[in-house]
């Protein structure tokens, strides 16, 4: 009997102790305020970009797949330097060398920066779902009169959209967690507030967690409505 | 395609280069309270930084990993004044030389070695060596070494120990005369003397560089022993770690644009 006092006691303080700790660190002087902060940043950032992303992947995927040497020469030199250079290396490089200098706010650069990041990789995801489409169907609505525009538009995209979308969405997600990133340009973005706090209480362990909790709800949140958004999608598929 | 895309580059150019031409606004500092309202670039985790948030609170705070990052912000018009520690910031104004120092003085605080708190044992082998430095003479030596008066810096000679247990000193090497890179060693006055002191102990020296942000926590995980990094001793960092008896007197200052 005593041992089980003991036990549930010593668990008992280990939560009290827990959720001090977790008071003291995050709730404590409003810094749990640089974390709404910082958590907003990082949304806004991330959806902004991920909208210029979509938009230069539209663009550069069908510049990829076109007949013309020039338009495709044009993708591929885009998406060879921006993928095999990192993020944060990027970033400061458009922050320090190419967007400050002309007095640009640094939000819109880590917009910017990250938008051009996502658009190489969303290229990439849209030019696969594009060509994962059977050839046949071309083929198909060519013979039926359609032009190539037409034949592209109605035919090979929606069947691309829906391969696409899987991957589509995790670049997102993983477009939230490359953001952590923004820092190395002063940007408060949520891995930032945690760092601020850290720095204003030296403690370590309940920041990062607590930062670390709140970037996997993101994700796991979003990738479960993805998951819903494509069983939608699925359902008329055959089979 | 080719000439419109010409085109395009063309008008883009100029839309920036116009963008660029108005934004550097001219600030007047007189006192340091006039911050307020100004937007200001900082190291993370410095008292530089403690000392904005606590005493302009409508300041706009960049929080930068170096006070290079910050200063290079100020150049380009990003922030309108930078605050840091007085030795950096000669540094990084000979350099530039767009940049300036304000006569405004208004902290007084003291750098010292930074050790785990309650390890009372190493603090009293460090301010052991720390004092034997002074009187020894090799402390004026270093001064003379890494802050001379025509500012030819002359890095002295490793002061090398044959222990055979090592010590990890943490420091974060972008802090010019303590810590820097000079090729691809890091050198300057804090080293020197985590070397000195290190002999003193009959240990062999590790130094582990790291962002000025991580190094309490690093040292907390126990990932490093001690920290010598022109850090100040404050209250708020007091309550986490125990500092050595200070070895340098230093200042925060402001650089502003010219």
Redesign the interface.
């Known amino acids: 009997m005593d041992f089980f006092m003991d036990f549930f006691g010593s668990i008992g303080a280990f939560f009290s102790g827990v959720a001090s700790d977790f008071y003291q660190t995050m709730i404590k002087d409003g810094r749990w305020l640089l974390v709404a902060e910082g958590l907003w940043t990082t949304i806004y950032i991330a959806v902004c970009a991920v909208l210029i992303g979509t938009v230069i992947g539209c663009l550069l995927a069908l510049c990829k797949i076109s007949k ?1 040497r ?2 495709r020469g044009i993708a591929n030199v885009y998406t060879t330097i921006i993928r095999g250079i990192p993020l944060a290396t990027q970033l400061m490089i458009f ?2 060398v190419i967007f ?5 706010d ?1 939000h819109l650069v880590a917009i910017i920066g990250c938008g051009i990041n996502s658009g190489a990789y969303v290229t990439e995801i849209f030019r696969a779902g594009i060509q994962g489409v059977d050839i046949g169907q071309t083929e198909a609505g060519r013979s039926l009169g359609l032009s190539r525009l037409q034949t592209m538009w109605r035919i090979v995209i929606p069947q691309a959209v829906k391969t696409a979308l899987p991957t589509y969405t995790s670049e997102f997600i993983a477009l939230i967690k490359e953001t952590s990133v923004l ?2 340009i ?1 940007v ?1 973005d949520l891995n ?1 507030a945690g ?2 706090i ?3 209480t ?3 362990w309940m920041p990062l967690l607590s930062i670390a909790a709140i970037y996997l709800l993101l994700t796991f949140g979003l990738t479960k409505l993805f998951a819903i958004l494509e069983r939608r999608l699925a359902r008329s598929d055959r089979g | 395609m080719k000439k419109a895309l010409a085109v395009l580059m063309a008008a883009v150019f100029c839309m920036c280069s116009m963008v660029g031409c108005s934004q550097k606004k001219q600030v007047t500092i007189e006192t340091a309270e006039d911050l307020n309202g100004l937007k200001v670039g900082v190291q993370g985790g410095t008292t530089g930084e403690t000392w904005v948030k606590e005493n302009c609170p409508d300041t706009e705070i960049a929080s930068f990993k170096s006070g290079m990052d910050a200063a290079l912000d100020l150049k380009n018009g990003g922030v309108d004044a930078v605050v840091i520690d007085e030795l950096p910031a000669s540094q990084i104004v000979a350099q530039n030389s767009d940049l300036k120092i304000l006569d405004i003085r208004f902290t007084k605080e003291e750098y010292a070695i930074a050790i785990r708190k309650g390890d009372t044992e190493l603090q009293s082998a460090i301010n052991a060596a720390i004092a034997d430095m002074k009187t020894s003479g090799e402390y004026d030596k270093l001064l003379a070494a890494f802050m001379p008066a025509d500012g030819e810096v002359k890095i002295p000679d490793e002061y090398v120990s044959d222990g055979s247990e090592t010590i990890k000193m943490g420091t974060n090497a972008a802090f010019w005369p303590f810590e820097y890179t000079e090729g691809n060693q890091i050198v300057g006055f804090d080293i020197s003397m985590s070397q000195y002191v290190a002999q003193h102990m009959g240990k062999k020296l590790e130094v582990v560089n790291m962002d000025f942000d991580a190094l309490i926590g690093a040292m907390q995980a126990g990932s490093i022993d001690f920290i010598a990094a022109g850090m100040s001793v404050t209250p708020e960092r007091l309550e986490n770690v125990d500092f050595s008896d200070p070895y340098y007197e230093s200042e925060q200052v402001i650089i502003v644009r010219k």
């Open positions: 013309s020039f338009l922050y320090f400050a200098p002309m007095g640009m640094r820092s190395f002063a408060m930032k760092d601020m850290r720095n204003a030296y403690n370590a």
